[in-house]
């Protein structure tokens, strides 16, 4: 039998993938402890893997695993030289929440342009003439960046162009032969783009700064600042002052460097900034696609037959 080990709460109709399958010995952790995780992890072979770290220490245990299977597609925590050194695939849910996150990014957008969380606070405070003060805007007519055309770029890009916007598109990996829909305008040049953007929107993997201060500083007076992707595209320490500098005016996140945010971070205290706490992709269809997608790919690892679009690093 082989074991299959998987951590934190997942979908039933995931791992009832597992469980159904012939020769395999499912280990569902659903709120495990840092001794659970290693006294399991010595013998499995396949790990589902959410946003949980784990220590050096038990991926020095992981003596027999063969694969790491992502619930979702990002692998900032999972650390490719130590998948090398197990001889370990790392797959992920490439198909799964790229309509989940791109609908958050949207809504983010439109909270940040209607200033939905500065109208609420407001009325609940007895302030119903603040309405006048809002500034809010539209998106249609405004010119729309997204920074990345991957899934979730695409998806936002299409959400944004159906509401009339004019869509920039930054990606420094798209290929040059490919065509944007009739609308979209392809930019080289970040700076360049940033320049003319009235709403950004980051949908880029990684978490190399993007935005420090100088590009910051480039934004419009105005703009509105969407994350979506990893805190730390953008530099938290130099944000405060672009944004008493209105550049950007608003910045809405579902990501932060640090996560979850210490209590006294200055940006918990300000009107102009909007969170919400890493969720974009966990919607109810969401997260069942992606609990469907990485049991699948454990199997499909299993029988030999992984997509390459779902394998993020294999050894050798």
Not at 114 to 125: E, N, P, Q, S
Not at 229 to 258: F, I, K, Q, W
Not at 292 to 297: D, H, K, L, M
Request: proline share 5%.
């Amino acid at each position: 039998m082989i074991k299959v080990l998987a951590l934190d709460p997942i979908h039933e109709d995931g791992l009832a993938l597992l469980r159904d399958a012939p020769d395999v010995s499912l280990v569902h952790l659903a709120d495990p402890s840092d001794a659970e995780i290693t006294s399991h992890i010595g013998d499995a072979e396949v790990l589902l893997l959410r946003g949980r770290m784990l220590s050096p220490g038990q991926w020095q245990s992981a003596r027999k695993l063969r694969l790491v299977s992502r619930h979702g597609v990002g692998c900032d925590n999972v650390d490719f030289q130590t998948m090398s050194r197990l001889g370990a695939t790392v797959a992920v849910a490439a198909d799964a929440n790229f309509v989940s996150v791109a609908e958050h990014a949207f809504a983010l957008m439109l909270a940040a342009c209607r200033r939905l969380i500065t109208a609420d606070a407001a009325v609940r405070g007895g302030s119903w003439g603040c309405r006048d003060r809002l500034r809010a805007r539209e998106v249609m007519g405004a010119q729309v960046l997204t920074v990345g055309y991957g899934r979730i770029g695409q998806a936002f890009a299409q959400r944004a162009s159906a509401f009339g916007a004019h869509v920039l598109v930054h990606d420094p990996y798209l290929p040059d032969g490919v065509s944007l829909p009739a609308g979209m305008r392809r930019l080289a040049e970040l700076d360049t783009a940033v320049a003319e953007a009235d709403i950004i929107s980051l949908h880029v993997p990684g978490t190399a700064c993007l935005f420090g201060a100088g590009r910051l500083a480039r934004c419009r007076e105005g703009a509105l600042l969407i994350n979506t992707s990893r805190g730390g595209l953008v530099d938290e320490t130099a944000l405060p002052a672009a944004l008493d500098a209105g550049r950007p005016a608003v910045y809405a996140t579902d990501v932060l460097a640090n996560e979850p945010p210490a209590a006294g971070s200055p940006l918990l205290q300000r009107s102009d900034v909007i969170f919400t706490p890493h969720s974009a992709a966990m919607t109810a269809e969401g997260t069942r696609r992606m609990a469907i997608g990485c049991a699948q790919n454990a199997l499909d690892f299993l029988a030999g037959r992984l997509p390459a679009r779902m394998t993020a690093f294999a050894p050798g």
